[in-house]
């Protein structure tokens, strides 16, 4: 059955990577039930964020500015280029949305293990990872700005999920995910 599971998320997977080849990515707009294309979007980054020394990144969820994320909820997370040794600014400001490209983070989440203590059974979890199989959905924002090169991605996940229930985050989950600290204008539908 593992080798089944295995061979089904393999072909969903790569159903869904031709599905992106067929053209420009899209996300869906809650409020009014569309699609609409991401291309030519822009970020607008509202105060400074400090990327700690030693990571390349910091984490956005449910508006609040976070060093670790909850992957069963939406997220985002600012890229820059390098770790460094040194925390790095990323200064307010508008960084032009380039590029657009979807990927898939998969994970299994651990088997619960039983254990004999004293005659009693106790459950615990850390077993060999053989447990249910989850997908996040992520679109990967590549971001451009003359006067912050360093900044490299926006990437927004959705949350993790069953396979067959795995979805992108939607427009407003984005938004939600940033709260305050920036902003996704959307170009005027002509």
Request: aromatic share 10%; glycine share 8%; hydrophobic share 40%.
């Amino acid at each position: 059955m593992p080798c089944k599971r295995l061979i089904y998320i393999t072909l969903l997977c790569t159903f869904h990577w031709l599905l992106l080849a067929c053209g420009s990515m899209t996300i869906r707009d809650t409020s009014t039930q569309s699609y609409i294309p991401i291309q030519g979007w822009v970020l607008e980054l509202h105060q400074n964020v400090v990327i700690p020394s030693g990571r390349a990144r910091v984490f956005f969820q449910e508006g609040r500015l976070v060093y670790a994320v909850n992957e069963y909820k939406p997220h985002c997370q600012l890229v820059v280029r390098d770790i460094s040794e040194q925390p790095r600014d990323v200064h307010a400001g508008r960084f032009a949305i380039d590029r657009v490209f979807g990927s898939t983070d998969e994970f299994v989440s651990n088997d619960r293990i039983l254990l004999a203590a004293n005659g009693a059974a106790v459950v615990a979890d850390g077993g060999d990872g053989g447990g249910e199989r989850f997908l996040i959905f992520l679109y990967h924002l590549q971001l451009h700005d003359d006067r912050q090169p360093h900044v490299t991605y926006l990437v927004c996940g959705g949350a993790a999920e069953e396979p067959f229930l795995a979805r992108y985050p939607t427009l407003q989950d984005i938004h939600a995910s940033l709260g305050k600290y920036a902003t996704l204008i959307v170009p005027e539908q002509g």
